[in-house]
């Protein structure tokens, strides 16, 4: 089952919800504690609501196909953030159960930051990132000067600075990885100048003619592009960025977690993103155990 609101800084207002669950039976479940959710998820007949923070399409999509499969004796309430801060403050501070909208090197900064307890449950999907440009047709019409638009959080600014180094556009040192910062380019063989910028605003960025612009699939979307019109994409193998399941240490082996991993992680979910792959936005980080 699933229903869905939207938290406006610290207040969740609902917008729609499905199902028979009351505001009453809502408002007990909110803020549950892990002994609570495994006492009602054992059959005493009371529905538990997982509360999952998550941002924009397609993890809120998945959040919500999810919600309609998870097993009986849970529902699943998308609480829907407007930036790339709530849904970890939502989380950290037992405002939900769960949140579904970013990596685990970018969970691990906030960890470091915050003094956080979160943990990655379960990679979803690896969304295909790269950079794009308006004003090159190929990586070989790159010239000295350009101007790259980095995001600005540290985990996503390591991200595109190894693509850049995959290519050989710079140098990083090699004692560096998923923490590197422009400080650590050895050799710019392009002297290309970094400007750095919000996630949320790198396809302004695009569209104000940056020449070389770090971005995700869902953001680059609202400009009309997709990953076949990036000039550059990342190699990710290992699917060290994939989109994670992510809860707390304290809730982490719960029922109610367990369930909603099985949930996130069947065979709706992966059919969906199946589906999505077919385009290069990503590609599924699982595999459905029959």
């Known amino acids: 089952m699933f229903r869905k609101t939207l938290l406006l800084g610290s207040t969740a207002l609902l917008l729609a919800a499905c199902g028979d669950a009351t505001e009453e039976t809502a408002d007990e479940t909110n803020g549950t504690d892990e002994e609570t959710t495994e006492e009602s998820g054992n059959g005493n007949g009371e529905e538990v609501v997982i509360e999952v923070a998550s941002h924009l399409p ?10 309609d ?12 953030v407007s930036d790339n801060i709530q849904y970890n403050e939502a989380l950290l501070n037992d405002e939900v159960d769960a949140s579904f909208a970013q990596h685990e090197p970018f969970m691990e ?7 956080g307890n979160l943990v990655a449950i379960q990679p979803i999907y ?26 600005s959080d540290p985990s996503n600014e390591a991200r595109a600075l190894m693509i850049l180094d995959h290519y050989d556009l710079i140098t990083l040192s090699e004692d560096v990885s998923f923490e590197a910062t422009v400080n650590d380019i050895e050799e ?7 400007t750095s910028i919000d996630l ?10 940056v020449e070389l612009v770090f971005n995700y699939p869902t953001y680059i979307e609202s400009v009309g592009l997709t990953p076949e019109d990036a000039l550059i994409l990342e190699d990710d193998e290992d699917f060290t960025f994939a989109i994670q399941l992510v809860a707390r240490e304290d809730n982490q082996d719960s029922d109610a977690i367990q369930a909603l991993k099985d949930a996130f992680t069947s065979q709706e979910v992966y059919d969906f993103l199946d589906d999505l792959a077919e385009n290069g936005h990503l590609e599924p980080a699982f595999e459905v155990n029959n």
């Open 58 to 67: 397609p993890m809120t999509d998945i959040v919500e196909i999810a919600g």
């Open 109 to 115: 900064m906030f960890n470091t930051e915050r003094d």
């Open 126 to 151: 690896n969304a295909i990132v790269g950079f794009y440009s308006p004003v090159y047709g190929s990586i070989d019409d790159i010239e000295e000067g350009a101007e790259v638009a980095l995001p």
């Open 200 to 209: 949320l605003n790198l396809s302004a960025a695009y569209e104000d003619g």
């Open 69 to 80: 499969v998870i097993e009986n004796g849970y529902s699943v309430e998308l609480v829907e």
């Open 188 to 194: 710019n063989p392009y002297d290309l100048t970094f």
